[in-house]
């Protein structure tokens, strides 16, 4: 079976301060067709990340940078065109971390196939049961610690992993305080359960959040740094645990941002403020795909996703995540 030609997305320059559209650009390379152990995939739909920002940066960290002038990588789900490997057949589904372009050829090792009869669509394992889900599971249950009874308050509450958080709190009995960027993303909150969402671009975030939880927050799943951080701090009872997962507000300073100014509070109150990267919870997949495939058949799990189509319009979907653009998961349909 012959390859094809492929489009992707590539880095044209790193950017400074928030990402341009000239950032990106895009090109097209020749597929040919899988030698042994190798397996041709056409792309059906790829994640678009805010930790992808990081990677534009020239400096170390937890994964490489993207290089100028080479495609950017990030989950995609794929289905096999041709297979040069016992372990895949065409038409099987693929996950990789090969998106961001229509098709590859990669070894077969280097891919997880999914399953025909999930019961959810296939995109959920960019999503819901995939990468964001179990950041929102591991990071709130492992880190976070919630009893029944506490109050969660988690910041990005409407984006993918934040209306995960929400719900699961919910669903282990939590009082959920929930902030987002605009009045309909706080009416899905609230129709998804969350006790209070708050609309942080109006009014003082600080009096809102305190007059949502007078008695103060039990955890804080932090996606977004900055002033959230600070007014978490304040409301923190004694022995909060903070979920350090992402600081989005200060992924395009273009100088580093001060620290917050209450971070004195993590002595008195006896705080305990743990960063994570998902990939440290890994172990934990197989409990996480059966407890949220649970939740999600029992009703108790819903989500929602923004879908941009084709590479040409990847890059400005990876820039709206910046503005608000998204609620729950932003994917690329190809
Ligand atoms: N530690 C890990 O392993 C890990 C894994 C996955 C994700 N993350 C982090 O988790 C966070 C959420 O990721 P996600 O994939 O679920 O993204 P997301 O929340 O679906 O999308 C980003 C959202 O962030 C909000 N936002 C953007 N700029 C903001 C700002 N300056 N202040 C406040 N909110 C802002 C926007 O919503 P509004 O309309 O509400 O402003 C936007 O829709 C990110 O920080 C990401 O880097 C960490």
Redesign the pocket.
């Known amino acids: 079976m012959a390859g094809f030609t492929s489009r992707e997305v590539r880095l044209k320059s790193r950017p400074v301060g928030m990402p341009q559209a000239g950032d990106f650009e895009v090109g097209s390379v020749e597929l040919a067709s899988p030698g042994e152990g190798q397996v041709l995939v056409r792309n059906r739909w790829m994640s678009v ?3 992808m ?2 990677r534009m940066y020239d400096r170390p960290s937890y994964v490489p940078p993207f290089q100028v002038g080479k495609p950017l990588e990030g989950g995609a789900v794929g289905e096999v065109v041709a297979s040069g490997s016992p372990d895949f057949k065409p038409g099987d589904l693929v996950m990789s971390m090969l998106g961001w372009r229509e098709g590859f050829v990669a070894p077969a090792n280097t891919l997880e196939k999914l399953p025909a009869d999930a019961g959810v669509p296939v995109e959920a394992f960019l999503g819901i049961l995939g ?2 889900g179990l ?1 929102a599971y591991a ?1 709130l249950l492992e880190i976070g610690q919630p009893k029944e009874g506490d109050t969660v308050f988690v ?9 995960i958080v929400a719900q699961i709190a919910k669903i282990k009995g939590c009082t959920v305080v929930a ?4 009045d309909e ?1 706080c009416a899905w909150l609230k129709s998804v359960g969350v006790d209070h969402a708050i609309n ?2 109006k009014g003082n975030l600080l009096e809102a959040v305190r007059a949502a939880a007078p008695k103060g927050i039990d955890v804080y799943f932090d ?4 002033e ?1 951080l600070e007014v978490a701090l304040e409301l923190a009872k004694p022995f909060a645990r903070f979920a ?8 395009n300073n273009e100088e580093p941002a001060p620290g917050p100014r209450n971070l004195i509070y993590v002595v008195g109150k006896s705080l305990k403020i743990q ?6 919870f890994a172990g934990l997949r197989p409990q996480f795909i059966k407890d949220m495939s649970g939740w999600i058949a029992g009703g108790k799990l819903k989500w929602e996703q923004t879908v941009e189509t084709g590479v040409d319009n990847a890059a400005g979907a990876f820039l ?11 994917l690329v349909k190809l």
């Open positions: 990340d805010p930790y920002r990081g990468m964001p950041t990071g910041s990005g509450g409407a984006g993918a992993v934040g209306s902030t987002a960027g605009s993303k942080y671009k996606n977004v740094g900055g959230h350090e997962c992402g600081m989005i507000a200060q992924y960063g994570f990267i998902v990939t440290q709206k995540l910046f503005s608000g653009g998204n609620t729950g998961k932003m």
